[in-house]
């Protein structure tokens, strides 16, 4: 499933004297050791950077065709932790006083057309990073591997609705990023990977990070799997998206240099060698909240970029991403000089293998814990309200009761499928979900691959539902009669 950022969020308890001597007990890697055996996914790799020190823990293989061992310097396709990347280049340009984040996207992309001509002129490079330009999550169209793919994604986006007033609220936006990534190059004067390479890659000596197949193919790398309802495993295809969507979700990297680049955002801005690659007051405003987001699991807050959660008064920065059959999670903790990262390449199980590796190494290193939150009983009144059909350009998300509960399935849409010259990965299977309490229009999910995603319902002024939220996407509501 293509969600991004997939990691549970809900109450946060501290951990009882028990409970932290029973995890002292485990160490990190029998607990990834474990895990991995648990979801039986082909290969992980797992790091984290606690007491000054790197510790890495990697297990199984690339693929189930071609078996070759997972190590620290295996590729893994990154999905939109690449965002951080784009991100970061993005205030590489601002540091050097050649962006502005307050400037309309128009100043450096004179050429970029929406179908509404004031939103188009009055979108920001802070609305584009922070996800509330309005535009909806992608644009479903391949314009090739060429050096002009991002100059043709952009113009495609002329044919482009918004999905919410310009700054209203956030919804999660791969398009507004492949839209950075097209600023970036014409602020530059080269090509996005090229930026991308020469400001962070080469002075970060991130030398198992690329984009382009060609490299990625000379070096170890994994494949993204999916599982089907037998429990048999088959590779995942297409491995990566066209090159049009490179600055959302398109690098490989390692957990070796996922580390490195953990470490150097919990830096003063210097690589190891003392060379300053952004001012550190720069790389601590990346970190501050510029929107805040509801009854989300994506995080309470977002900076640039980077999604912000308190745990126990402890605040995280981190950023998920999800590939084809590929899921990724990087954590942070700044205060703490801590970061998790979690590579694997098998769907469904990765989002909840992720998930487990995160909780626990947060708990074993920082005695945080993370829960999730219980729903209210169910209520047939309330399930009534939501109960329908909801759609976005790629999606439907459909509610329904089973009993006396709450059931939703998402699903990727027929002509999507068909249009696909390589099978989508497969739809999640139904999940049961609760609303929570306090509110009638937060919800969790309680089972299944997205259990612990939290989401919210839009209402219009009469106070009828009209959307539904999650991992950070809108679905509108779809009329009874076409349905």
Aim: charged share 20%; net charge negative.
């Amino acid at each position: 499933m293509p969600f991004w950022g997939v990691s549970g969020s809900g109450i946060l308890e501290r951990p009882s004297t028990k409970k932290v001597r029973e995890m002292s007990q485990i160490t990190f890697a029998d607990f990834v050791e474990t895990t991995f055996k648990k979801f039986n996914i082909p290969g992980v790799a797992v790091g984290v950077w606690a007491d000054g020190k790197e510790i890495s823990a990697c297990h199984g293989v690339t693929s189930v065709d071609n078996p070759l061992p997972i190590d620290q310097n295996t590729l893994f396709a990154l999905g939109s932790i690449t965002k951080s990347f784009t991100a970061t280049t993005l205030i590489h340009l601002v540091a050097e006083g050649k962006v502005e984040l307050s400037a309309p996207v128009r100043r450096y992309l004179p050429e970029f057309q929406l179908k509404d001509p004031q939103a188009a002129e009055n979108i920001t490079v802070l609305n584009l990073l922070n996800h509330t330009s309005g535009l909806d999550w992608r644009v479903n169209v391949d314009t090739g591997e060429g050096d002009d793919a991002l100059q043709r994604y952009v113009a495609k986006m002329a044919e482009v609705d918004l999905i919410a007033p310009l700054g209203s609220r956030v919804s999660y936006s791969q398009a507004g990023y492949n839209l950075l990534g097209r600023l970036i190059e014409n602020v530059t004067g080269v090509a996005f990977e090229q930026a991308v390479a020469q400001l962070l890659f080469e002075p970060l000596g991130l030398s198992h990070s690329f984009f382009a197949r060609d490299d990625i193919m000379t070096r170890r790398f994994a494949v993204g799997h999916d599982r089907a309802q037998d429990g048999t495993l088959s590779i995942a295809r297409p491995w990566r998206h066209s090159r049009g969507d490179a600055p959302g979700g398109g690098i490989a990297s390692s957990v070796a240099d996922l580390l490195r680049w953990g470490r150097f955002h919990l830096s003063d801005g210097c690589t190891e060698s003392g060379i300053q690659v952004l001012p550190t007051h720069v790389l601590r405003q990346m970190k501050e909240p510029t929107a805040q987001l509801r009854a989300s699991s994506l995080g309470d807050a977002i900076g640039l970029c980077w999604f912000l959660r308190d745990v126990d008064g402890v605040r995280t920065v981190g950023h998920g991403g999800s590939a084809n059959g590929q899921f990724s999670e990087l954590l942070l903790v700044p205060e703490r000089n801590f970061a998790v990262i979690s590579l694997t390449n098998a769907g469904p199980d990765g989002i909840p293998f992720n998930q487990a590796i995160v909780r626990f190494a947060l708990e074993h290193y920082l005695g945080l814990v993370d829960r999730d939150q219980e729903p209210i009983p169910f209520d047939a009144a309330r399930a009534r309200e939501i109960a329908g059909t909801y759609e976005n350009e790629m999606m439907t998300f459909t509610i329904d009761t089973v009993g006396a509960g709450l059931r939703l399935a998402v699903r990727i849409k027929p002509e999507i499928r068909k249009a696909s010259k390589n099978a989508p990965p497969p739809d999640p299977e139904p999940a049961d979900f609760g609303l929570l309490p306090g509110s009638s229009n937060e919800y969790i999910i309680t089972s299944g691959e997205l259990k612990g995603q939290r989401g919210f319902f839009t209402r219009d002024t009469s106070g009828v539902v009209v959307g539904v939220d999650l991992a950070g996407r809108l679905f509108s509501r779809v009329p009874l009669s076409s349905e």
